[in-house]
C-alpha cells in the first residue's frame, strides 16, 4: 500500500510540475524557473547528501555529472519551460512521456544499442502520437511554430541522452549524488541563461515577494525536483525498477487534470488520443520480454 501512496503521490507532484512552470514563467523567465527549481531542490538535498557522505566511496566523476547535470536536468527543463511559453502545461506533459521512446533512439543512434522490432514499432507510434497532437500539420515543426511541439521532442531527446549516458558512465555512482550534483549544475546553467539572454538584467526582485511565486518554487522545486527524487529511489529500492519508472503513464493523466483544474485547458480529442497513442509507443519501446522478467524478479 506505502508503494502505490508513493506511486499516486510522485505523479501528482510531477503533473503539478507543469503548472507550476506556467505560473513561474511570466515573473522570472524562461531560465530563471531554471535557476530557481534547481537551486530550491538542491537546498533540499544538500543536507540529506551531507548525512549520508560517508557512504560516498571512490572517485567522484565531476566530469560525467557536469555533463548529465546539463543534458538531464539545465537543458531538458530550459526547453520545457519554453515549450510551455507556446503550448498549454497538459500537452507538455503528453509530449514528456515520449521520454523512453526518446531514450531507446538514441541508445541506438549513439551508444551501439541493438533495438528489435517492437521497439521500432513503439518509436513510430510515438511519433504517430505528435502528428496527432499537431493535428498532422507536420510544417509547424519547420516555421516559427517549432517553439513548443519542437522544443519539447527536444527536451525528451535531452533527456535520453543524459540517461543513456548515465547508465554507461554513472552505474557505480551514489543515486544521491547525482541528483544533488545535477541540481546544483543545472541552477548554475539557469544563471547562465538568465545572464546570456539579458534577462537577468530586467529581473524585478519584487516578484519574489508574491505568494504565487514563493508557492511555484517550492512545489518546483523542494517537492518536484528534491523530493519527488527522493520518492522515485524510496519505490525503486522497495519495489522495483519497472514499478518506479510506471509512473511515467500517470504523470500526463494527473497534468490534464491539474491544467484543467487550475488553468482551465481543455482536453481535446486530439490530445486524449496523442496520449494513447503515445502511450502504446512507450510499452512497444520498453516491454521486457516474459523471460527477462522471470530472471530478474529471480
Known amino acids: 500500500m506505502k508503494l502505490y501512496s508513493a506511486l499516486i503521490g510522485l505523479s501528482l507532484i510531477w503533473g503539478l510540475s507543469f503548472v507550476f512552470i506556467k505560473w513561474l514563467?511570466?515573473?522570472?523567465?524562461?531560465?530563471?524557473?531554471?535557476?530557481?527549481?534547481?537551486?530550491?531542490?538542491?537546498?533540499?538535498?544538500l543536507p540529506v547528501l551531507y548525512l549520508k557522505r560517508k557512504?560516498?566511496?571512490?572517485?567522484?566523476p565531476w566530469k560525467a555529472l557536469l555533463f548529465v547535470g546539463i543534458f538531464n536536468a539545465g537543458l531538458p527543463w530550459g526547453m520545457i519551460a519554453w515549450?510551455?511559453?507556446?503550448?498549454?502545461?497538459?500537452t507538455a506533459a503528453v509530449?514528456?512521456?515520449?521520454?523512453?521512446?526518446?531514450?531507446?533512439?538514441?541508445?541506438f543512434m549513439f551508444f551501439s544499442i541493438v533495438l528489435k522490432r517492437r521497439q521500432w514499432l513503439g518509436i513510430l507510434l510515438g511519433f504517430v502520437g505528435i502528428l496527432v497532437l499537431m493535428d498532422f500539420n507536420v510544417f509547424e515543426l519547420f516555421n516559427e511554430s517549432f517553439i513548443g511541439i519542437g522544443t519539447m521532442i527536444m527536451a525528451s531527446i535531452s533527456y535520453g541522452f543524459a540517461s543513456q549516458f548515465s547508465k554507461k558512465h554513472l552505474q557505480e555512482t551514489?543515486?544521491?549524488?547525482?541528483?544533488?550534483?545535477?541540481?546544483?549544475?543545472?541552477?548554475?546553467?539557469?544563471?547562465?541563461?538568465?545572464?546570456?539572454?539579458?534577462?537577468?538584467?530586467?529581473?524585478?526582485?519584487?516578484?519574489?515577494?508574491?505568494?504565487?511565486?514563493?508557492?511555484?518554487?517550492?512545489?518546483?522545486?523542494?517537492?518536484?525536483s528534491g523530493?519527488?527524487?527522493?520518492?522515485?529511489?524510496?519505490?525503486?529500492?522497495?519495489?522495483?525498477?519497472?514499478?518506479?519508472?510506471?509512473?511515467?503513464?500517470?504523470?500526463?493523466?494527473?497534468?490534464?487534470?491539474?491544467?484543467?483544474?487550475?488553468?482551465?485547458?481543455?482536453?481535446t480529442k486530439n490530445l486524449l488520443l496523442g496520449l494513447l497513442i503515445i502511450f502504446s509507443g512507450v510499452y512497444l519501446a520498453t516491454r521486457k520480454p516474459r523471460q527477462q522478467v522471470a530472471s530478474a524478479a529471480a
Open 25 to 45: 514563467l511570466d515573473p522570472v523567465g524562461i531560465w530563471g524557473t531554471v535557476f530557481f527549481r534547481c537551486l530550491a531542490g538542491a537546498l533540499v538535498l
Open 55 to 60: 557512504e560516498i566511496k571512490g572517485r567522484i
Open 83 to 90: 515549450s510551455e511559453t507556446e503550448i498549454h502545461s497538459s
Open 95 to 107: 509530449m514528456n512521456a515520449l521520454t523512453p521512446i526518446c531514450t531507446g533512439l538514441v541508445g
Open 174 to 224: 551514489s543515486i544521491l549524488l547525482i541528483t544533488t550534483c545535477s541540481l546544483l549544475v543545472a541552477s548554475a546553467f539557469g544563471f547562465a541563461g538568465m545572464v546570456v539572454t539579458g534577462s537577468i538584467a530586467t529581473f524585478e526582485f519584487e516578484v519574489m515577494t508574491q505568494p504565487g511565486v514563493w508557492l511555484s518554487i517550492v512545489g518546483l522545486g523542494c517537492f518536484g
Open 227 to 267: 523530493f519527488a527524487h527522493l520518492l522515485f529511489y524510496y519505490m525503486v529500492k522497495n519495489g522495483s525498477a519497472e514499478f518506479a519508472t510506471s509512473v511515467t503513464y500517470i504523470i500526463p493523466i494527473t497534468a490534464m487534470v491539474w491544467g484543467y483544474v487550475l488553468l482551465e485547458e481543455p482536453i
